[in-house]
Structure formats: C-alpha cells, structure tokens
C-alpha cells in the first residue's frame, strides 16, 4: 500500500490514464457509471413498492387484502416488465457477454434468474399455462438488490478514482519555455524531451528532468511523503509535480506525459483498482459453478417431476430453481466490502495497491511506517517563541513572518502561519524589503516596525 501526500493548490485537471472498471466477480462494468447504476437503482426501488404491495403471495404471507379496483391486477405486471426492461439492462447485456465468452458468472447467473421469473409470470397473467407463478415481486426485488449491490461498488471504485484524480491535478497546466534566452509560456502537453524550462520559486515542476542551473530546495512531500525539503544543485534530478520553494531553476526535460515518474504512480493506483481481491476470485469461482449446478439441478428436477408428477409440476420447480439460484446474498455482499474497505482507505489518505493485500493484513503482527508524513502530518508548525529582551512574542512572530512572506518554503509558511493565529502578531502591519532566500539558511530582510 502506498500513501500519497498532496500539497499546494491543484493547478488544473489533468485527466488520470484511462482504465476500463472491469470489476471481477461481477461482469463487466464498462461503460456503466456510478449515476448510471444509482438512478436505475432509485426507480427500480419506487418501483418495486407497488410491486410487492399488489403481490397475492406478499398479501397472504403478510396477511392483508390486496387493494382492489379497475386494472389493480396490471399493477404488478406493467411495473415488473418496466423494472426488468430498464433494471435489469446492465445485467442482460453482462450476461450475455459472459455467454459470448463462455465464461458463466454472476452477470449470467442474474440475467437467467430475472429472465426467466419474467417469462414464467407473464405465462401466468396471460393464463397460457396451467400452473401459478406469479413471480413479479421476486423480479422485483431481485434486480433492485442487485443494482443496490453494483451501484455500491461502482461508487467505491469512484472514491478511489478521486485519488487519480487528485495525483494528475499536482501538474501544473503552463511551463515556462526557454528559447533563445527568452521564456514563452506553452502547455505542458507541448514539452518534449531536451526542452529547457524555467521553474520560478513557488512553482512546480512541469516534467522530469535535470537542473541545468541554480539551485533550490523542492518540496517532494506529493511524492515521496517527506515533509522536509530537498536541496536539489546543478545536475542534479527532480520529479513533475514537486514544488521549487525558494529558489529560480532552469531544468532540461528527460521524461514528459506518461513516462514521468508522477504518471507510474498514476498508473500504479489504476492497476490496484482494477485488482482482484481473493474474495472476488472466490465470488468468480462461486459463480460459475453456481450456474452450472443450477442448470444440471434444474434439469434433474424437470425429468424427475415429469415422472413422479406432471408437466404442470415440472414446469414450477424447474422455474423455481432457475430463480432461486440467483445468489441475492454474494451479489450483495461482496460490493458492500469492497465499498467499505475502499472509500475507507481513499477517505485516509491509502492508495491500495493490490487489494489481496488488504485481506492478507489479518495475519500480519508488525507493521513498519514511514513516521513523517505517514502518522505524522507531515507539515511544519511553530511550536515555540524564545523572544530577546526587550521583544515580545507577537512583534518577533510578526517580524519573521514579513520577512518570509513571499517565500513558498514550508517552513517560511509554518511562520506565516502562526503569525496570523497570534493575537498580537497578526494585528501588525509590517512589511519587509531587500528579501532574498538562501537555500538551507531561510533569508535576510529589512523591517521598519517600530
């Protein structure tokens, strides 16, 4: 597991690389989003009330009158052919995916218990049949779980998108080209290799590359998690999307777009989204075997009710298998884990790599961090004053702070900072002059304070 720390302000978006949300263990996902799966989910649920209310087995098992009046007995039929057309969409097409393939999963295995409820009750209203089996509200709450569950997991495989998100945004969207001893300002995606840019302090790092002169201390926390700055000299390497804090760089471009170090990352968190964890790899396993088991036992029932009883007979329990082997509790299940473990971890900061590892965690006993930055904040703060005789607290926090002002090092900033909580600090108006940074050793600065 990795745990990124981001800083500074977001300098425009930049789109992530692109992954396809296959999500193993429950068919594929492509082109369906996170709104796509909770809309359907809402209409199927207002749906599916009237539904189950209007259902003359929900009425018997609950014991009440099912409400009577001109064309209340097509209540459940219109709606369940409306849930199941609209609902059941994204699991028709998965499941038929997943025949094309010939590789049987819980797409599949939904789209058969939903298709055939769908037909078998229809039999039933249009009274073709001579059996009972007014499947409705089963269709109904069947598909309506099972976009509970998909809407669950596409929304925790959204929180953890937001952390791609998040890494691209550590780019500036501008650079500064130099050109025959002049800057131009052009867009990052324009930036080839043995480009030479200007990095203004404060500023971040537009590609990979090495400073061809000056020096500086960056700020590396985005990437490496240290909070403290770096000292980086001529020749030396520095990383798209770290900060220049007190110095101006001019730094020759070796690696830009997708072969940038940031853009690994990047990768790396889409790789651990697209991962299986052992639990879906049980859910696949389970799955494909659950089809074929409910295939061969309803068949099994069909030949041996059409001996010992009557077609009528065979044709319900086999209809009765096919809809009861949908798996209500695994569809449902496994999302809901994935979606607690993953906003969970994004919500803290954890970028999971590989989910199995999250599952192997259970049998680890000693757990080694990276203090700074890790269970750290990993930014500074004054946590004291020792003011000379004569200097108070405020008029020494508030002198500092003038005199750091226009510095980006985060320590200058931690001054800054308490400078503007302090009551007396922050009430003073001083400004400081003749300003220049030396790396490593902060900066003079002349104040007139008093």
Known sequence: MSTPHHSGDHHGDHPAPETDHHVHGHGEHAGHSTAMFRDRFWWSLILSIPVVIFSPMVAHLLGY?????????????????????????????????????????MMLLIAMAITVAFVASWVTTLGLGGFDLDFWWELALLVTIMLLGHWLEMRALGAASSALDALAALLPDEAEKVIDGTTRTVAISELVVDD???????????????????????????????????????????????????????????????????????????????????????????????????????????????????????????????????????????????????????????????????????????????????LTEGSHAVTGVAAAVGVTEGELLALAAAAEADSEHPVARAIVAAAAAHPEASRRQIRATGFSAASGRGGPGHCRWR
Not at 310 to 319: F, K, N
């Open 196 to 374: 030479v840019v200007l990095v203004r302090a404060g500023a971040r790092v537009p590609a990979d590359g090495t400073i061809l002169d000056g020096a500086a201390e960056f700020d590396e926390a985005m990437i490496t998690g240290e909070s403290r700055p770096v000292f980086r000299d001529t020749g030396d390497k520095v990383v798209a999307g770290t900060v220049a804090t007190d110095n101006t760089v001019r730094i020759r471009v070796e690696a830009t777009g997708g072969d940038t170090a940031l853009a690994g990352i990047q990768r790396m968190v889409a790789d651990a989204q697209e991962s299986s964890s052992r639990a879906q790899a049980l859910a696949d396993r389970a799955a494909a075997l659950l089809f074929w088991f409910a295939l061969i036992s309803a068949l099994i029932t069909a030949v041996v009710w059409t001996i010992i009883g009557s077609p009528d007979d065979a044709v319900v329990r086999t209809v009765t298998v096919l809809v009861i082997a949908c798996p209500h509790a695994l569809g449902l299940a496994i999302p809901l884990v994935i979606a607690i473990s993953s906003e969970r971890a994004a919500k803290s900061g954890v970028l999971i790599k590989d989910r199995m590892a999250l599952e192997r965690m259970r049998t680890i006993d000693v757990v080694l961090f990276d203090k700074t930055g890790t």
């Open 65 to 105: 009158h099912l409400p009577a009046f001109p064309g209340s007995t097509w209540i459940p039929p219109v709606l369940g052919t409306i849930i199941f057309v609209y609902g059941g969409t994204p699991f028709l097409k998965g499941g038929w995916k997943e025949l094309k393939s010939r590789q049987p999963g």
